[in-house]
């Protein structure tokens, strides 16, 4: 078992670019979860699906965020124009049910 | 609106067990109790989590109040590499696409040579 696998582990973009943030979730999870951590307000929960359908999507911070998950072991998360604001860490996890998420190693974003 | 509240940090000397505290005095009670620890740099791990019974596995044990008020989460022999910051989440899973946890502040635990 691989885990979730997210890539690029490190990307460093300059403001106004789009960025592609990939994540492969672990077989037979039918829950997807992205969230982003920063230094000041920790570990937010972005979107969620469940069976490829997005669920809630209340903590996508604005329109220059969008989500999504064509199939069952492929997400991705994309942020056009990327903004310096936007520089964090984000973790993609997924889970089979009750219990527990498995997150990936996260792709750290730099937003210069 | 926190639904626990966590110290902010322990300390805990290595091969002692660290016994983590975490308050929810509001919780419903189809919620369940979760533990996370996040080692620097790298994603959340889960460790355990259980409803009303006290839970045991290869990681830890969690320890729930009868009111299920507060839990305490305990690493039986701490070592160096149990320093990590520890959350503890409650959250109903309801089976019917309803599910996510939210992570709070935790608590950061250095366990000391």
């Known amino acids: 078992d691989a885990g979730v696998i997210q890539s690029p582990r490190h990307e460093v973009t300059e403001m106004g670019q789009e960025v592609t943030l990939r994540c492969k979730p672990i077989?037979?999870?039918?829950?997807l979860f992205w969230y982003r951590q920063t230094m000041m307000r920790g570990l937010e929960l972005l979107i969620y699906?469940?069976?490829?359908?997005?669920?809630?999507d209340s903590g996508m911070p604005e329109d220059r965020f969008s989500a999504k998950m064509p199939n069952a072991s492929f997400s991705t998360l994309k942020i056009q124009p990327s903004e310096p604001r936007d520089s964090a860490v984000y973790f993609c996890a997924s889970s089979g049910g009750s219990n527990g998420y498995t997150f990936g190693s996260g792709t750290r974003l730099t937003v210069v | 609106d926190a639904k626990t509240t966590q110290p902010t940090s322990m300390d805990c000397a290595e091969g002692r067990a660290a016994n983590l505290p975490c308050n929810h005095s509001?919780?419903?009670?189809?919620?369940?109790v979760y533990w996370y620890r996040q080692i620097h740099s790298q994603g959340p791990q889960y460790i355990i989590h259980g409803l009303k019974n006290n839970e045991t596995n290869e990681m830890a044990s969690l320890i729930i109040t009868e009111d299920r008020k507060s839990s305490t989460l305990i690493l039986p022999h701490a070592t160096l590499r149990d320093t990590a910051v520890y959350y503890c989440i409650v959250s109903a899973y309801s089976g019917a696409g309803s599910y996510q946890l939210t992570f709070g502040k935790g608590t950061k635990l250095s366990v000391i040579p």
């Open positions: 509001t919780i419903s009670g189809n919620e369940y």
């Open positions: 699906f469940n069976n490829n359908v997005p669920i809630d």
């Open positions: 077989s037979g999870h039918d829950y």
